[in-house]
Every structure is written in structure tokens, then in C-alpha cells.
């Protein structure tokens, strides 16, 4: 059974995200542009910044029943701009969506899924940990705090499979919560097909991919499919 190379080349397929913006560049950057920081670095705005906070609060409040509404639609505007590699812009929404409802634990899942997209894992994992300790069945979060743990395994794996063994039980346990909280979410039904697969269990593999296909499957790509069918046939009915 192929181990994590089918769930590593998987991962990489489903990382949509540009590689041009460098983590040194982006780290550069925002000491001069703390829109570029989570939360916007918790540091004092100027008087002209809080004036344009002020405006947008009134101005989404005109088109949303609440800011909560007001601060989902810039976090899913934050992941559009980030599908179509503009890193920044999507900082930008999501530091917006934070002073529209700072309660709103999502945008800790847009700031890791930045972090993720530059390669900075410890950071994502540092946003994706304070989002759960405000909301714990934060399904979004918990999905990708997985997926977090299936790259360490996937770094790990050539050099130390033991410590890979427990990134991935670990990444089984957080997309294993996510998926009791919400199996309707595709993302962590096409990700613990890809675990299972890589465990070698092939009827989870199976069966987990086949939910996410009930699903609509629009996250299903063409390679997993072709390795999940090379690797494990399915049992005649």
C-alpha cells in the first residue's frame, strides 16, 4: 500500500495557492503595513485608520441585518481573493471581517489559511489553536488544524516515521471531530478519505470519498481518484 505520497501529492494538488509572494517579502512588508498581520498586529490605529473602520462598520451595517453577516461576507470574499492567489487582498478582508465582529472565530481560519498558503505552518497552527480555544467545534478550523497535521507528517515521514505516525493520528483525531460536528462539509470528507487511504484502510477510503461525491465532489481531483482505484479495488456487491 503507498504511504503518504499519495496523500502528499494530493495535498500539493489541492494547494492552489502562489508560491511568488516569499514569506521574507511578506515579513518585510508588514512592518510598514499592519493590515498584512492578524488583527492587525493588536497594535493602536491611527486617528485616520479608526475613521475608516468607523466607516465601513456603518457602511456594511446599511446593507447587512448585523455585523456578524457583514463579517462572514468579508471572510468569504477573503477566501475568493485567496482561491485566486491575491495573498494580500485576502489579509486585508479578513483583518476586515475582525474589526466588523471581532467575536467571529472564521476569520482565525482565514488568518492560518494565509499562513498555510505561505508556508508558514507553526504560525497557521498558532492562529487555528486561538480560534479552538474561543470556539472548539469551530468546524472549519478543525478541518484545517488537520490538514496542518498532515503536512507535518508528510515533512516527516522521510526522516522520522514515528513521530510522522503521531502527526498523522493527530490529524485523523481533529478531522475525525469535525466530520461528527458536520459531515456535510467537503473538505473533510475528501481529506479523511485521503488519511484512511494513506493508513491503508481502504474501506474507510472508500467510503469517505463516496460522501464527499454525495456531496456535490467538486474538490475530488482526477489523481486521487485514479491512485484511491489503483490501490484499492472495490469489493464486488
Not at 494530493?10 to 494547494?15: D, G, I, K, Y
Not at 489553536?129 to 496542518?148: F, H, M, S, V, W
Request: hydrophobic share 35%; net charge positive.
Amino acid at each position: 500500500m503507498k504511504d503518504i505520497l499519495t496523500g502528499l501529492l494530493v495535498l500539493l494538488s489541492l494547494t492552489v495557492f502562489s508560491q511568488q509572494t516569499s514569506w521574507e517579502k511578506w515579513e518585510l512588508e508588514s512592518k510598514t503595513d499592519i493590515r498584512l498581520l492578524p488583527k492587525y498586529g493588536n497594535v493602536e490605529k491611527t486617528k485616520k485608520q479608526k475613521e475608516a473602520d468607523k466607516i465601513l462598520i456603518e457602511t456594511m451595517l446599511k446593507h447587512d441585518s448585523s455585523l456578524k453577516k457583514a463579517s462572514n461576507r468579508f471572510i468569504n470574499l477573503g477566501f475568493q481573493f485567496l482561491y485566486k492567489n491575491d495573498i494580500k487582498t485576502a489579509m486585508y478582508r479578513f483583518n476586515q471581517a475582525y474589526v466588523l465582529d471581532s467575536t467571529n472565530t472564521d476569520i482565525y481560519w482565514g488568518f492560518g489559511a494565509i499562513y498555510m498558503s505561505l508556508g508558514q505552518y507553526e504560525k497557521a497552527k498558532e492562529q487555528y489553536e486561538e480560534g479552538l480555544k474561543i470556539t472548539p467545534d469551530n468546524t472549519r478550523i478543525l478541518t484545517d488544524y488537520g490538514t496542518y497535521f498532515m503536512w507535518q507528517h508528510a515533512a516527516l515521514i522521510p526522516t522520522d516515521k514515528e513521530k510522522a505516525m503521531i502527526k498523522l493520528d493527530s490529524a485523523m483525531t481533529y478531522m475525525s471531530k469535525s466530520y461528527n460536528l458536520d459531515a456535510s462539509y467537503q473538505q473533510t470528507t475528501f481529506k479523511l478519505s485521503i488519511l484512511y487511504l494513506t493508513k491503508g484502510d481502504c474501506n474507510n477510503a472508500w467510503k469517505y470519498y463516496d460522501e464527499c461525491k454525495s456531496l456535490g465532489g467538486q474538490i475530488i481531483i482526477e489523481a486521487y481518484t485514479k491512485d484511491l482505484q489503483r490501490e484499492c479495488k472495490r469489493k464486488k456487491k
